[in-house]
């Protein structure tokens, strides 16, 4: 080597001792410090003047970890939060919307039994044109959006047919004339709703012959009864008065499920008022054949024993349930009679109504 035209030459050491130096600058990281080098091993050779360098990087920063730890439990604290929402609170927060629905449905079945009675209490024997009746019939209940969804309900309208069910007979035997199912005695038709509640009790609602019985899986009863009242008969003799509305449902059977609301509508095609007597007195007698024949037993059975004229089970009334089983379907139904004693006058009522079911597009 030349320095101002003077010859010189560096020592092998000091190459040796240079290149240690720049291996030991490469050793520690000045941008950041995110890779650890491990000590190295270098060889040497007197007749090579290069070294060979092993590296072996290995991760060594702790802000690093602690992120992906934090990163970690926040999922697996957000997924705590999510199992115990949909394991705790889905179940009470549907509950009470299934709840919510009966309530609400139960509510407007009253309230189409309470417009029908109306339409037939002021339109029997009457010359004016009766009102339509609308009800809109909710369907489903709300659902918890991304956690659950509606539970739906299926909706159904069967006619009256001479041998189907739920059927509603009279029969009794004036002085001039014998009422029965083949003249103007017999009622049938019903609409039914099926809530197949998932977290609430499962139910179902049924409108046969003016009530509106709730059933489910503890048992069945009817919540607002027929028109149906007993008073005792004017004069000295002993006996009673018995007045009974029959309503006949027609129309077309249909089955409608699925959510949101349907609409029910019901005219009044026809109401009349026929008063029978018997001054000897003889019995009343009512046969349901219904799919509910337990709330119907209940129903008379309560009815006639809590009246205020004192009616006697076995002596002034009888109450009879009969069970029958269909072979094959698994599906039964009862036929209940109900019988009145001593009955010497009654005021018979029957009214015949076309029902629908429809779309109001909610």
Same mark, same amino acid.
């Given at each position: 080597?030349?320095?101002?035209?003077?010859?010189?030459?560096?020592?092998?050491?000091?190459?040796?001792?240079?290149?240690?130096?720049?291996?030991?600058?490469?050793?520690?990281?000045?941008?950041?410090?995110?890779?650890?080098?491990?000590?190295?091993?270098?060889? /040497?050779?007197?007749?090579?003047?290069?070294?060979?360098?092993?590296?072996?990087?290995?991760?060594?920063?702790?802000?690093?970890?602690?992120?992906?730890?934090?990163?970690?439990?926040?999922?697996?604290?957000?997924?705590?939060?999510?199992?115990?929402?949909?394991?705790?609170?889905?179940?009470?927060?549907?509950?009470?919307?299934?709840?919510?629905?009966?309530?609400?449905?139960?509510?407007?079945?009253?309230?189409?039994?309470?417009?029908?009675?109306?339409?037939?209490?002021?339109?029997?024997?009457?010359?004016?044109?009766?009102?339509?009746?609308?009800?809109?019939?909710?369907?489903?209940?709300?659902?918890?959006?991304?956690?659950?969804?509606?539970?739906?309900?299926?909706?159904?309208?069967?006619?009256?047919?001479?041998?189907?069910?739920?059927?509603?007979?009279?029969? /009794?035997?004036?002085?001039?004339?014998?009422?029965?199912?083949?003249?103007?005695?017999?009622s049938g038709g019903g609409l039914e709703l099926y809530c197949p509640n998932r977290y609430y009790v499962e139910q179902y609602l049924e409108y046969e012959n003016g009530a509106v019985i709730v059933n489910q899986t503890d048992g069945e009863y009817i919540?607002?009864?027929?028109?149906?009242?007993?008073?005792?008969?004017?004069?000295?003799?002993?006996?009673?008065?018995?007045?009974?509305?029959?309503?006949?449902?027609?129309?077309?059977?249909?089955?409608?499920?699925?959510?949101?609301?349907?609409?029910?509508?019901?005219?009044?095609?026809?109401?009349?008022?026929?008063?029978?007597?018997?001054t000897g007195g003889t019995p009343l007698t009512i046969t349901i054949k219904s799919a509910h024949g337990v709330a119907w037993e209940r129903y008379f059975n309560k009815s006639l024993n809590s009246s205020y004229l004192g009616l006697k089970y076995g002596?002034?009334?009888?109450?009879?349930?009969?069970?029958?089983?269909?072979?094959?379907?698994?599906?039964? /139904?009862?036929?209940?009679?109900?019988?009145?004693?001593?009955?010497?006058?009654?005021?018979?009522?029957?009214?015949?109504?076309?029902?629908?079911?429809?779309?109001?597009?909610?």
């Open positions: 080597m030349f320095l101002g035209g003077v010859s010189a030459t560096i020592p092998e050491t000091t190459c040796l001792n240079i290149l240690q130096m720049l291996i030991s600058l490469l050793q520690h990281t000045h941008f950041g410090g995110r890779m650890h080098l491990s000590p190295q091993q270098s060889g /040497y050779s007197r007749k090579s003047k290069s070294c060979r360098i092993k590296k072996s990087p290995s991760w060594d920063d702790e802000e690093g970890v602690a992120a992906t730890v934090g990163t970690i439990m926040a999922i697996m604290v957000f997924l705590a939060f999510m199992g115990l929402f949909t394991n705790q609170f889905v179940p009470v927060w549907m509950s009470d919307n299934e709840s919510t629905h009966m309530a609400a449905v139960i509510q407007q079945f009253g309230s189409l039994k309470s417009d029908i009675d109306g339409l037939i209490s002021s339109s029997a024997n009457s010359l004016l044109a009766p009102t339509p009746v609308f009800i809109p019939i909710t369907l489903s209940a709300p659902g918890i959006p991304i956690f659950a969804g509606p539970t739906a309900g299926v909706i159904r309208f069967n006619t009256e047919w001479v041998s189907g069910k739920p059927s509603f007979n009279v029969s /009794y035997a004036s002085t001039s004339f014998s009422l029965d199912a083949s003249n103007g005695g017999h919540i607002a009864g027929i028109q149906m009242s007993i008073q005792a008969y004017s004069g000295t003799q002993t006996g009673y008065v018995v007045k009974l509305t029959q309503i006949s449902l027609f129309g077309q059977n249909r089955t409608i499920g699925g959510t949101g609301s349907k609409g029910v509508n019901a005219d009044l095609l026809y109401a009349s008022t026929n008063t029978y007597t018997n002596t002034d009334f009888s109450i009879h349930r009969v069970l029958y089983t269909l072979p094959g379907y698994g599906n039964s /139904y009862s036929i209940v009679t109900i019988t009145i004693n001593n009955v010497k006058a009654f005021d018979h009522t029957h009214a015949t109504v076309q029902m629908s079911l429809g779309e109001i597009g909610v």
